[in-house]
């Protein structure tokens, strides 16, 4: 079979030369786009391969994008371009800066025989659905963020469990996948704590918490250190046609609400770092600068990004936790 070569003392696994055969193929303008493969059942006994061996290697090469397969009729040759060795399904809940900044250090850092396609779900469930069963099959990764969405866990397990990784959130019903993922709890108990001495000026710590995107967790952890530390304390869930009074400190995880709590102080002439306080949600280059920098509790977002690249490169099995940090500014 003059596509496919299969050597018994190579010391490389049989499906992988299967796929390097068909790359080296390509690569020598033997095979063509739109051109059929050997069928399954032909390399099989060729070679005396099990089905299994076979569909391996075919399959892998169709996660690449490099064949497609047509029901009842075989494989094909769908792109000639072999050098993408990975193809990756990137599922983000939206677009903004922190995800920005996630994206841009991943691509950085995994490299450029990999492709990357990404796409968001919006908080919608049945577009979560939709974007995972549509892609099932088709990449050699899937990199999820599941958010607090529910009834979607079944939805993830119909894809391979070794080709999954979640990012940001992650709950015990996905324990079984790798993940790099943020401890809200935590981190905003352990900010808060680090922020402490400053805080015992306020009369009162305000979180304002919408309760649709943000992470449970978030709310838990404020409760908790409040509770723990004997601070007065209220949660809302939105900033509209609420007052500011002197010597609240509030606690903000959406930079929409952040824009109208320093606008209704400019229009109530109150001072922030010192009438009132803000501590932010996620780090971005603005707060450093706006209202005389704001201070922030944020995951490394970078970090996030190059982690992620390194678990995809070399294959890791695990659940790592992305460091947070309490960044000290005049807001506070």
Same mark, same amino acid.
């Given at each position: 079979?003059?596509?496919?070569?299969?050597?018994?003392?190579?010391?490389?696994?049989?499906?992988?030369?299967?796929?390097? #055969?068909?790359?080296? !193929?390509?690569?020598?303008? =033997?095979?063509?786009?739109?051109?059929?493969?050997? #069928?399954?059942? +032909?390399?099989?006994?060729?070679?005396?391969?099990?089905?299994?061996?076979?569909?391996? !290697?075919?399959?892998?090469?169709?996660?690449?994008?490099?064949?497609? !397969?047509?029901?009842?009729?075989?494989?094909?040759?769908?792109?000639?371009?072999?050098?993408? +060795?990975?193809?990756?399904?990137?599922?983000?809940?939206?677009?903004?800066?922190?995800?920005?900044?996630?994206?841009?250090?991943?691509?950085?850092?995994?490299?450029?025989?990999?492709?990357?396609?990404?796409?968001?779900?919006?908080?919608?469930?049945?577009?979560?659905?939709?974007?995972?069963?549509?892609?099932?099959?088709?990449?050699? +990764?899937?990199?999820?963020?599941?958010?607090?969405?529910?009834?979607?866990?079944?939805?993830?397990?119909?894809?391979?469990?070794?080709?999954?990784?979640?990012?940001?959130?992650?709950?015990?019903?996905? =324990?079984?996948?790798?993940?790099?993922?943020?401890?809200?709890?935590?981190?905003?108990?352990?900010?808060?704590? +680090?922020? =402490?001495?400053?805080?015992? =000026?306020?009369?009162?710590?305000?979180?304002?918490?919408?309760?649709?995107?943000?992470?449970?967790?978030?709310?838990?952890?404020?409760?908790?250190?409040?509770?723990?530390?004997?601070?007065?304390?209220?949660?809302?869930?939105?900033?509209?046609?609420?007052?500011?009074?002197?010597?609240?400190?509030?606690?903000?995880?959406?930079?929409?609400?952040?824009?109208?709590?320093?606008?209704? !102080?400019?229009?109530?002439?109150?001072?922030?770092?010192?009438?009132?306080?803000?501590?932010?949600?996620?780090?971005?280059?603005?707060?450093?600068?706006?209202?005389?920098?704001?201070?922030?509790? #944020?995951?490394?977002?970078?970090?996030?990004?190059?982690?992620?690249?390194?678990?995809?490169?070399?294959?890791?099995?695990?659940?790592?936790?992305?460091?947070?940090?309490?960044?000290?500014?005049?807001?506070?």
């Amino acid at each position: 079979m003059s596509i496919i070569s299969i050597q018994n003392n190579l010391g490389l696994p049989k499906y992988k030369q299967i796929i390097l #055969s068909v790359e080296k !193929a390509i690569d020598e303008e =033997k095979l063509k786009k739109g051109d059929r493969l050997p #069928s399954v059942n +032909k390399v099989c006994l060729a070679f005396s391969l099990s089905r299994d061996t076979v569909l391996q !290697a075919y399959d892998e090469l169709k996660k690449r994008g490099i064949i497609y !397969a047509i029901p009842g009729k075989g494989y094909y040759v769908k792109s000639i371009e072999t050098s993408i +060795k990975q193809k990756i399904f990137l599922l983000f809940d939206e677009l903004n800066i922190f995800k920005e900044d996630i994206y841009n250090s991943f691509l950085k850092s995994i490299g450029k025989n990999v492709q990357v396609d990404i796409f968001f779900h919006h908080f919608n469930v049945p577009v979560f659905k939709k974007l995972i069963n549509d892609s099932n099959g088709n990449y050699t +990764k899937y990199i999820i963020m599941p958010t607090n969405l529910t009834g979607i866990i079944d939805t993830i397990k119909t894809l391979p469990v070794n080709e999954v990784i979640i990012l940001d959130q992650t709950n015990p019903d996905l =324990k079984m996948y790798p993940a790099i993922y943020q401890n809200h709890q935590k981190d905003i108990f352990e900010g808060l704590l +680090k922020g =402490k001495s400053r805080l015992g =000026k306020y009369k009162k710590l305000i979180l304002i918490f919408p309760g649709f995107r943000e992470p449970l967790g978030m709310k838990t952890g404020f409760e908790n250190f409040c509770a723990k530390y004997n601070f007065d304390y209220e949660i809302i869930t939105q900033f509209t046609d609420h007052e500011i009074e002197i010597g609240d400190l509030y606690v903000i995880p959406n930079d929409r609400d952040l824009v109208g709590v320093i606008e209704n !102080a400019r229009n109530h002439n109150l001072r922030l770092g010192a009438d009132f306080g803000i501590i932010s949600y996620n780090e971005t280059s603005l707060k450093k600068v706006v209202a005389n920098g704001i201070a922030t509790i #944020s995951t490394h977002f970078e970090d996030m990004g190059k982690i992620l690249a390194d678990m995809v490169l070399k294959g890791k099995n695990e659940q790592i936790e992305n460091k947070s940090s309490l960044i000290m500014r005049n807001s506070l």
